[in-house]
């Protein structure tokens, strides 16, 4: 057993021999690269850089309506160390273009679309980066501005709903808002346009009684609103069913003959608020049939319209929809 022992020393010694060379032959392949890197970044190259760029000074009383790029692609000409101090460094600040050059190509229109070359920034760019780099090309090679006038305008509040009701329950009259318009800012191009904000959803299950809620307005992208928040009363009540018989009124009879309606009245069926149900009149209601449409139908009937209603019912069906009619001499 011990001379076992003996015969592995030589081995380990082999190997620890061995691993000293594989250290030696690694640090000095280590030391080669490392070499041959820092030589490199000695040389000159080329590189892109991506820069975050900033616009001010933006034309008087114009306002920029399309997006204007965050970032400049920038290729670049320089020694290896100084575009790596800049890849491995903090971010930079921001490269400022000054727009107020601008002002010399505005005219009297509202809205002004045009594109302006990024080669004629050089200049102003490369005053901004290190100095011991070289600016050759800038992507995007073209930047687009749309500008319009920067106006106000009122226009209307109109709620959004999504209610639910509970049975025989419905909104029964105009729904109030408070203020109903409101002042907006913005760019003409989008004021043209605009003829209402919207709240955002108003959202109730089972309503059964009147709501006052107090809801924000849906924001525009581009448009500053001068009020935020709106009141609105919704008007719900209790319906209940009525019956009613009413006559039919023949319109746009020849001179000379009149129609005979079989039958001459209908039955009409509706839904009214319970605290509308005492001023519902049988006046309010007409029902009207058309003797110009007698030569389009076929045989001797005409549909039921009903042309006036009260404004607070709702459902409205009539029996029969179709009459009968004879024409007689007047």
């Known amino acids: 057993m011990k001379q076992s022992n003996f015969n592995i020393v030589p081995e380990i010694k082999e190997k620890l021999r061995f691993d000293k060379q594989m250290l030696l032959y ?10 041959w890197f820092f030589n490199k970044l000695g040389e000159e190259t080329n590189s892109t850089l991506l820069y975050p760029v900033t616009f001010v000074n933006m034309p008087v009383q114009k306002v920029v309506v399309n997006g204007l790029p965050d970032n400049f692609d920038l290729t670049v ?67 687009r501005f749309v500008l319009s006038n920067y106006s106000e305008k009122r226009v209307a509040v109109k709620p959004v709903l999504n209610l639910t009701f509970e049975h025989q329950c419905l909104i029964d009259s105009k729904i109030d808002v408070s203020p109903a318009e409101i ?21 109730t299950r089972k309503a059964n009684q009147t709501l006052h809620k107090t809801v924000e307005i849906s924001p525009i992208e581009g448009i500053a609103l001068r009020t935020h928040k709106v009141d609105v009363t919704i008007p719900i009540s209790k319906y209940t069913e009525e019956r009613l018989t009413i006559p039919i009124t023949a319109i746009n009879e020849p001179d000379s003959l009149r129609l005979k309606l079989m039958p001459s009245t209908v039955n009409i069926k509706f839904w009214v608020s319970m605290k509308n149900y005492a001023h519902i009149n049988k006046a309010d209601f007409k029902a009207i049939v058309d003797a110009k449409e007698a030569d389009t139908q076929i045989g001797m009937q005409l549909p039921v319209t009903i042309s006036a209603t009260p404004m607070n019912v709702r459902n409205i069906t009539i029996e029969p929809e179709i009459v009968n009619f004879v024409l007689e001499t007047k």
């Open 183 to 203: 002042t907006v800012n913005g760019p003409d191009i989008i004021l043209d346009t605009l003829t209402a904000v919207h709240t955002k959803a108003i959202s």
């Open 77 to 143: 000409h320089g020694r290896g160390w100084d575009i790596l101090r800049y890849k491995m460094g903090k971010s930079p600040e921001p490269i400022v273009i000054n727009l107020s050059r601008l002002n010399h190509i505005l005219s009297k229109e509202s809205t002004i679309d045009f594109s302006l070359a990024t080669n004629a920034l050089t200049e102003e760019i490369k005053s901004q980066l290190p100095a011991n780099i070289n600016l050759t090309l800038i992507q995007p090679d073209t930047i």
């Open 26 to 35: 690694a640090a000095f392949l280590l030391l080669s690269s490392l070499m």
